[in-house]
């Protein structure tokens, strides 16, 4: 599987932004997905993963509420639709995919990485 993450940017606190990640590949389709993040001088935090049915979702608590994942098998896409965005939301984004169906947080579980999507949040 190879990634593509894309929609990333500069929003005011409050605002909403969009990820996308493009996914090539057979497993695709039979991947868990997910997506992390990694602000400067911190570890890679656990933000959302999705099933490969889209049937079940998983979030951290610091985004829970404000934070959506979906995907489309059709178009081999997932997405990070971030609502109510805070200044503590700033961090590289990696689309992220599980072939082994992990149901992981654990960022070692996941074998394959995109190249990450820079969103900054002003206050």
């Known amino acids: 599987v190879q990634l593509q993450a894309s929609g990333g940017g500069l929003v005011q606190a409050g605002g909403s932004l969009r990820l996308s990640c493009a996914a090539s590949g057979r497993r695709f389709s039979r991947s868990i997905m997910g997506w992390f993040r990694q602000a400067p001088g911190k570890e890679r935090e656990f933000v959302a993963r999705i099933s490969w049915s889209g049937g079940m979702t998983y979030y951290a608590d610091s985004v829970k509420g404000r934070f959506t994942i979906s995907r489309d098998n059709a178009k081999n896409t997932v997405y990070l639709q971030m609502n109510s965005l805070k200044p503590e939301d700033t961090a590289v984004y990696y689309c992220?995919?599980?072939?082994?169906?992990?149901?992981?947080?654990?960022?070692?579980?996941?074998?394959?990485w995109g190249q990450g999507t820079q969103v900054t949040v002003s206050s």
């Open positions: 992220v995919a599980d072939s082994r169906s992990s149901y992981s947080e654990t960022y070692y579980d996941y074998d394959y």
